[in-house]
């Protein structure tokens, strides 16, 4: 007998209590669901509420730990809406496909009227080939005779509404329980649905301490202070605890960053810039500060001819592998900006990752919280005097290697070699993120200033 695959498709803007519980019931009744939330939509311009790295993060949170669910973020990545055809399409060859649908699509259906036939993308060939998974919405009683031609009906009217949860915290009431307890948090955090852009830092506040210990197996001192601390697992950490320098912590968050769990670092290193210099005492935590960072979404060109994806929490670089300098394009947002740049490599990062290796670089470095990202060069001959750029947040850079047979170039991610390259292209990306959490009597500031200005030698 062949799998069956639910497709549980929306803009959960935000996900409610009711998603979580919708979705533990099919669950149990389909060998996978798979959720995907859209990305922006003509005919709901909510979706764009709030930026779509705050939904991802919500969604994750809501359906996190339930057996057999796996959330696809691929729609607001790309700020796409995937129709049910192309997901259809997608999915077919894996077994039989059901696309969850509420009552009130079905409304009219046996007169060819439902918005299923009327609206959507071949609607009339949807409605005749495909299955679905029908669940009675409140307020929209089933009529057998609106019902496609293949489903399977499941009686789950259960209540709550996305549109209910926006205005009830735009009008500053409670929410209950309509939302899960974290993504209540999250948006209290973050002040999202309030009418106001959201803030990218806030404060977490932990009755207690379950971290999930992530220690550096090569550093003495961090097994030393990790074997005092009780580990938790996945699904019962309230918060990832890093214990090294941060290079630990790039390592955590490429692992952990879509448990959606805060990072808490404990600087068992150097600088050890993304981390606090001592854990908060006791168990108990109280208000602690969140500064909430996006990742890099990288493209890399190989040489071979295959793309390859992946995520940066700092940076993303070309360099040369040769005794050949590296010729590059250089593109920001589809416009050429310089149509050579003569150099060892180049490099786009973060403002988290301005103090790493963009600083060794020459470029400045920068609060984390600053919204924007670095294009710096590395031993630059051409153009004479190029300097580290600044660039806006939303800016996509694209790096192109101009003879990629005679200069080879390799390129790194956070520091991985990716292999042979000639190119990449960079941007924020729209649904990975981590929180960062820092200890209040910890002193980001005074942290920048000692990079900015190290303490010279008395002479």
Known sequence: M?????????????????????????ASQFD?????????????????????????????????????????????ESRTFTRQVALEEQHRTRGEVYHVIGSDLLQGGREGKSPIQREWFQGQKVWNEFRFAVLERPGYPLDPADLPPRQRVFDLSIPGASCEIRDRVFHRQEVGERVTPEVRRFIDRYGLYCGMRPNHKGRLALAELKPLVIADP???????????????????????????????????????WRHRLPFYGINAGHLGFLLNDEMAEGAAVGDL?????????????????ERR????????????????????????????????????????????GSTAYAR???????????????????????????KPAVLPIGSTVELTSLEPHKRPLRGFIDGILQGEVT??????????????????????????ARIQFPLGTEG
């Open 360 to 386: 060794a670089m020459g470029a400045h470095p920068l609060p984390l919280n600053v919204p924007s990202l670095m294009l710096v060069g590395s031993n630059v001959l051409h153009p004479a005097f190029f």
């Open 2 to 26: 062949s799998p069956t695959i639910a497709i549980f498709g929306g803009s959960f803007n935000p996900p409610g209590a009711h998603h979580r519980v919708i979705a533990e019931q099919l």
């Open 423 to 448: 190119g990449l292209r960079a941007r924020v990306s729209h649904a990975a993120s981590v929180e960062l959490v820092f200890d209040p009597r910890q002193d980001l500031g005074e942290k920048l």
């Open 218 to 256: 090569q550093n003495p001192r961090a097994q030393e202070l990790a074997c005092k601390i009780p580990s938790f697992a996945e699904g019962q950490a309230n918060l990832v605890l890093v214990v090294g320098g941060d290079g630990t912590m790039l390592h955590a968050i490429r692992s952990q």
């Open 289 to 305: 500060l969140v500064e909430h960072l996006p990742l890099l979404w990288v493209e890399m060109d190989l040489a071979s001819g």
């Open 32 to 76: 996978e669901l798979l959720i995907i939330p859209c990305g922006p939509r003509p005919d709901k311009p909510v979706t764009n509420d709030v930026d779509p790295v705050y939904r991802a993060a919500m969604v994750d949170m809501t359906f996190r730990g339930i057996p057999g669910v796996r959330v696809e973020l691929f729609d607001l």
């Open 309 to 352: 994806s992946a995520l940066a929490f700092n940076e993303a670089w070309l360099e040369r592998a040769s005794g050949q300098t590296a010729w590059l394009r250089v593109a920001v947002d589809g416009c050429e900006r310089l149509s050579k740049l003569v150099a060892d490599g180049a490099l786009v990062g973060t403002a988290a």
